[in-house]
Protein backbone atom coordinates (compact mmCIF):
# COMPACT_ATOMS: atom_id res chain seq x y z
CA UNK A 1 0.00 0.00 0.00
CA UNK A 2 1.43 3.59 -1.12
CA UNK A 3 1.77 6.23 1.94
CA UNK A 4 0.87 9.47 0.90
CA UNK A 5 1.17 12.68 3.02
CA UNK A 6 -2.41 15.21 3.16
CA UNK A 7 -1.66 18.73 4.70
CA UNK A 8 -4.63 21.14 5.33
CA UNK A 9 -5.43 24.34 6.35
CA UNK A 10 -8.47 26.10 6.46
CA UNK A 11 -9.80 29.58 6.20
CA UNK A 12 -13.23 30.66 7.23
CA UNK A 13 -14.78 34.17 8.06
CA UNK A 14 -15.81 32.97 12.11
CA UNK A 15 -15.48 30.23 13.86
CA UNK A 16 -18.98 30.16 15.56
CA UNK A 17 -21.45 31.16 12.48
CA UNK A 18 -21.66 30.13 9.48
CA UNK A 19 -19.64 31.71 6.90
CA UNK A 20 -18.09 31.28 3.89
CA UNK A 21 -14.82 29.34 4.22
CA UNK A 22 -12.14 27.54 1.60
CA UNK A 23 -9.19 25.32 2.12
CA UNK A 24 -6.03 24.32 1.20
CA UNK A 25 -4.68 20.54 1.02
CA UNK A 26 -1.30 19.52 0.00
CA UNK A 27 -1.34 15.57 -1.48
CA UNK A 28 2.54 14.40 -1.49
CA UNK A 29 3.89 11.50 -2.55
CA UNK A 30 7.56 10.70 -2.80
CA UNK A 31 8.27 14.23 -3.31
CA UNK A 32 5.31 15.00 -6.54
CA UNK A 33 2.70 17.08 -5.17
CA UNK A 34 -0.85 18.17 -6.12
CA UNK A 35 -2.45 21.37 -4.25
CA UNK A 36 -6.62 21.10 -4.03
CA UNK A 37 -8.27 23.86 -3.31
CA UNK A 38 -12.04 25.05 -2.34
CA UNK A 39 -14.65 26.84 -1.18
CA UNK A 40 -18.50 26.40 0.02
CA UNK A 41 -20.72 28.55 1.77
CA UNK A 42 -22.46 28.43 5.40
CA UNK A 43 -19.90 26.51 7.13
CA UNK A 44 -17.74 26.56 10.24
CA UNK A 45 -13.61 26.45 10.37
CA UNK A 46 -14.22 22.25 11.29
CA UNK A 47 -16.35 21.52 8.56
CA UNK A 48 -14.45 22.76 5.54
CA UNK A 49 -11.85 21.52 6.67
CA UNK A 50 -13.19 18.26 6.85
CA UNK A 51 -14.50 19.00 3.20
CA UNK A 52 -11.06 19.77 2.29
CA UNK A 53 -9.91 16.11 3.34
CA UNK A 54 -12.76 14.77 1.52
CA UNK A 55 -12.14 16.23 -1.88
CA UNK A 56 -8.29 14.90 -1.45
CA UNK A 57 -9.15 11.65 -0.93
CA UNK A 58 -11.80 11.70 -3.57
CA UNK A 59 -8.55 12.34 -5.52
CA UNK A 60 -6.92 8.64 -4.62
CA UNK A 61 -7.03 6.23 -7.86
CA UNK A 62 -5.91 3.21 -5.02
CA UNK A 63 -6.18 2.21 -1.72
CA UNK A 64 -3.42 4.38 0.72
CA UNK A 65 -2.07 4.53 3.62
CA UNK A 66 -2.59 8.07 4.46
CA UNK A 67 -0.92 10.30 7.10
CA UNK A 68 -3.57 13.45 7.52
CA UNK A 69 -1.91 16.69 9.09
CA UNK A 70 -4.22 18.75 10.41
CA UNK A 71 -3.74 22.04 12.42
CA UNK A 72 -6.91 20.56 14.78
CA UNK A 73 -8.27 17.14 15.59
CA UNK A 74 -11.94 16.77 13.10
CA UNK A 75 -12.91 13.50 14.63
CA UNK A 76 -11.44 10.44 13.46
CA UNK A 77 -11.79 8.52 16.80
CA UNK A 78 -15.46 9.30 16.09
CA UNK A 79 -15.39 7.21 12.94
CA UNK A 80 -13.01 4.21 14.14
CA UNK A 81 -13.81 1.65 16.03
CA UNK A 82 -12.33 -0.47 18.76
CA UNK A 83 -10.79 -2.66 16.00
CA UNK A 84 -9.97 0.53 13.63
CA UNK A 85 -12.94 -0.34 11.09
CA UNK A 86 -14.67 2.46 9.69
CA UNK A 87 -17.69 3.26 11.30
CA UNK A 88 -21.00 5.98 10.83
CA UNK A 89 -21.55 8.45 13.33
CA UNK A 90 -24.50 9.89 15.00
CA UNK A 91 -22.83 13.27 16.05
CA UNK A 92 -24.82 16.06 15.95
CA UNK A 93 -21.72 18.57 14.40
CA UNK A 94 -20.34 17.78 11.17
CA UNK A 95 -21.35 13.98 11.81
CA UNK A 96 -22.85 14.36 8.31
CA UNK A 97 -19.20 15.24 6.81
CA UNK A 98 -17.28 12.33 8.98
CA UNK A 99 -20.33 9.80 7.70
CA UNK A 100 -18.97 11.07 4.12
CA UNK A 101 -15.38 10.88 4.66
CA UNK A 102 -15.64 7.28 6.83
CA UNK A 103 -17.28 5.96 3.61
CA UNK A 104 -14.80 7.25 1.29
CA UNK A 105 -12.23 5.71 3.38
CA UNK A 106 -13.87 2.37 3.99
CA UNK A 107 -14.73 1.72 -0.17
CA UNK A 108 -11.15 2.64 -0.82
CA UNK A 109 -9.80 0.84 1.41
CA UNK A 110 -7.40 2.95 2.91
CA UNK A 111 -5.87 3.28 5.78
CA UNK A 112 -5.64 6.89 8.03
CA UNK A 113 -3.84 8.46 10.89
CA UNK A 114 -4.15 12.37 12.05
CA UNK A 115 -1.22 14.29 12.78
CA UNK A 116 -2.07 16.95 14.57
CA UNK A 117 0.57 20.28 14.00
CA UNK A 118 0.69 23.18 12.25
CA UNK A 119 4.50 23.56 11.13
CA UNK A 120 3.57 22.97 7.54
CA UNK A 121 1.08 26.08 7.65
CA UNK A 122 2.98 29.05 6.29
CA UNK A 123 3.34 27.36 2.83
CA UNK A 124 -0.52 26.51 2.18
CA UNK A 125 -1.26 30.07 4.09
CA UNK A 126 0.34 31.60 1.01
CA UNK A 127 -1.82 29.95 -1.59
CA UNK A 128 -5.14 31.25 0.76
CA UNK A 129 -4.32 34.40 -0.38
CA UNK A 130 -3.99 33.89 -3.95
CA UNK A 131 -7.59 31.93 -3.06
CA UNK A 132 -9.02 34.82 -1.48
CA UNK A 133 -9.62 36.45 -5.08
CA UNK A 134 -10.63 33.79 -6.20
CA UNK A 135 -12.99 33.28 -3.74
CA UNK A 136 -14.52 36.69 -3.99
CA UNK A 137 -15.07 36.05 -7.46
CA UNK A 138 -17.25 33.17 -7.14
CA UNK A 139 -18.72 33.66 -4.05
CA UNK A 140 -22.16 35.03 -5.36
CA UNK A 141 -22.03 31.74 -8.05
CA UNK A 142 -22.83 29.17 -5.14
CA UNK A 143 -25.86 28.24 -3.42
CA UNK A 144 -25.90 27.92 0.65
CA UNK A 145 -25.04 24.76 0.65
CA UNK A 146 -22.96 24.27 -2.58
CA UNK A 147 -19.29 23.10 -2.50
CA UNK A 148 -16.47 24.13 -5.26
CA UNK A 149 -12.96 22.61 -5.55
CA UNK A 150 -10.31 22.38 -7.81
CA UNK A 151 -7.00 21.17 -8.41
CA UNK A 152 -3.64 21.97 -9.32
CA UNK A 153 0.00 20.75 -10.10
CA UNK A 154 2.84 22.45 -11.95
CA UNK A 155 4.61 19.59 -13.02
CA UNK A 156 2.55 16.53 -12.07
CA UNK A 157 2.92 13.75 -15.04
CA UNK A 158 0.68 10.80 -14.39
CA UNK A 159 2.65 8.15 -15.00
CA UNK A 160 0.98 5.36 -13.08
CA UNK A 161 3.43 5.94 -10.08
CA UNK A 162 1.62 8.41 -7.97
CA UNK A 163 -1.72 7.27 -6.57
CA UNK A 164 -3.45 10.64 -7.16
Known amino acids: MKEINIYTSNRCLSMSDKKP????V??????RVKYI?????????Y?????????AIKQLKEPCKINVYNPVAVGFRKILNKKGEYKTTSLKYN?????EL?????????AIKEHITNEYMKELKLYHKKYD????????DINSNNRCSSNWNDELVDDGVVPF
Open 95 to 99: GDLLN
Open 47 to 55: RVLIIGMIE
Open 133 to 140: EVFKKYQT
Open 26 to 31: KMEYRG
Open 37 to 45: DGFTENTTS
Open 102 to 110: SELLSSGGH
Open 21 to 24: GSYV
